[in-house]
Nanobody, 116 residues
Framework: VQLQASGGGLVQAGGSLRLSCAAS????????MNWYRQAPGKQRDSVAT???????NYAESVKGRFTISRDNAQNTVYLQMNGLKPEDTAVYYC???????????WGQGTLVTVSS
């Protein structure tokens, strides 16, 4: 199983980035997909989730600015990030969950840096 995250980078405050996470080795459509982030010296926190049925959930701090989506044909989950703030600076990770079976897989992180 491999989850390959990409799309991070350096952006000015107010800017946008789109993260992608391409999955292989799993039946992607059977998995809920998540984005987490971890800022330096802080714990890893959930940012957004999309279920197999397409329902979404967001952390309060990103509601209205971030959008999670999935393309089951491309085995890819996206995180569109608009209105970025310096406090969004973190390493962003994708995670695949199939909770009924207890399957969880993490991707490697992609660094997002927002300058003020």
């Amino acid at each position: 199983v491999q989850l390959q995250a990409s799309g991070g980078g350096l952006v000015q405050a107010g800017g946008s980035l789109r993260l992608s996470c391409a999955a292989s080795g799993i039946t992607f459509s059977n998995y809920a997909m998540n984005w987490y982030r971890q800022a330096p010296g802080k714990q890893r926190d959930s940012v957004a989730t999309i279920t197999t049925g397409g329902r979404t959930n967001y952390a309060e701090s990103v509601k209205g600015r971030f959008t999670i989506s999935r393309d089951n044909a491309q085995n890819t989950v996206y995180l569109q990030m608009n209105g970025l703030k310096p406090e969004d600076t973190a390493v962003y990770y994708c995670k695949a969950d199939r909770n009924y079976y207890g399957f969880t897989y993490w991707g490697q992180g992609t660094l997002v840096t927002v300058s003020s």
